[in-house]
């Protein structure tokens, strides 16, 4: 059996939270544009579909905030210093996470090629 070929560099460790308030919209962007390419992994790497993440949820403060602080836990879950048990741990955050993105986005009532504000 073939292993995956790795889609993502190692995490250093959690840098911290990121308060999306504090930042200026120049600095949002580039920090969306970080996150959006770890959102693009975790949505190919466990198969979510739009229920969980549709293609607008830059959009959507809600979703940027739930998934700005799933990749900080990745982060802390998978770091060389982090605790053996830790990715089990995320992996439990991720499920309950799941059912929160779920609800963010029935709530949206966006579409696949249709955003709603």
Excluded: K
Excluded at 68 to 79: E, I, N
């Amino acid at each position: 059996m073939a292993y995956p070929q790795p889609a993502q560099a190692p995490p250093l460790g959690p840098t911290g939270p990121v308060g999306w308030a504090t930042h200026t919209p120049e600095e949002q962007q580039g920090l969306l544009e970080e996150l959006d390419v770890w959102v693009t992994w975790l949505t190919e790497h466990y198969h979510l579909d739009r229920r969980h993440i549709p293609e607008c949820w830059t959009q959507h403060w809600e979703l940027v905030e739930e998934l700005s602080a799933l990749r900080l836990a990745w982060d802390g879950a998978y770091a060389t210093s982090a605790r053996p048990d830790a990715p089990l741990t995320w992996h439990e955050h991720f499920h309950l996470t799941r059912a929160r993105l779920t609800e963010w986005v029935a709530r949206t009532g966006c579409r696949p090629g249709e955003h709603r504000s």
